[in-house]
Nanobody, 116 residues
Framework: VQLVESGGGLVQPGGSLRLTCAAS????????MGWYRQVPGKQRELVAG???????RYLDSVKGRFTISRDNAKNTVYLQMNSLKPEDTAVYYC???????????WGQGTQVTVSS
């Protein structure tokens, strides 16, 4: 399965973006999908995850602002980001987390920049 992320861009603080992760193959059998982000000089961190049963989890700093969803029929995972803050600036990637390990090949990511 190859992953292609899109939907990033430049947005002002308080704005919104919706990221899309399109998979080249079926994700219906993949238990957990997630969104990660990385800033230069720091490790990639898991921002949000969702299971096949719709159970979600979020990094504390994004709870209440970000919403992850998946559409297995379209092989797509989404991340709705509201009330964006400058500290959300990063390259965002999707993958399939299993514990602390991302199990799929990384895509190119999509840049999100929050700035006035």
């Amino acid at each position: 399965v190859q992953l292609v992320e899109s939907g990033g861009g430049l947005v002002q603080p308080g704005g919104s973006l919706r990221l899309t992760c399109a998979a080249s193959g079926s994700i219906s059998s993949i238990y957990s999908m997630g969104w990660y982000r990385q800033v230069p000089g720091k490790q990639r961190e898991l921002v949000a995850g969702i299971t096949n049963g719709g159970i979600t989890r979020y990094l504390d700093s994004v709870k209440g602002r970000f919403t992850i969803s998946r559409d297995n029929a379209k092989n797509t995972v989404y991340l709705q980001m509201n009330s964006l803050k400058p500290e959300d600036t990063a390259v965002y990637y999707c993958n399939s987390p299993r514990g602390s390990i991302a199990t799929l090949a990384w895509g190119q990511g999509t840049q999100v920049t929050v700035s006035s």
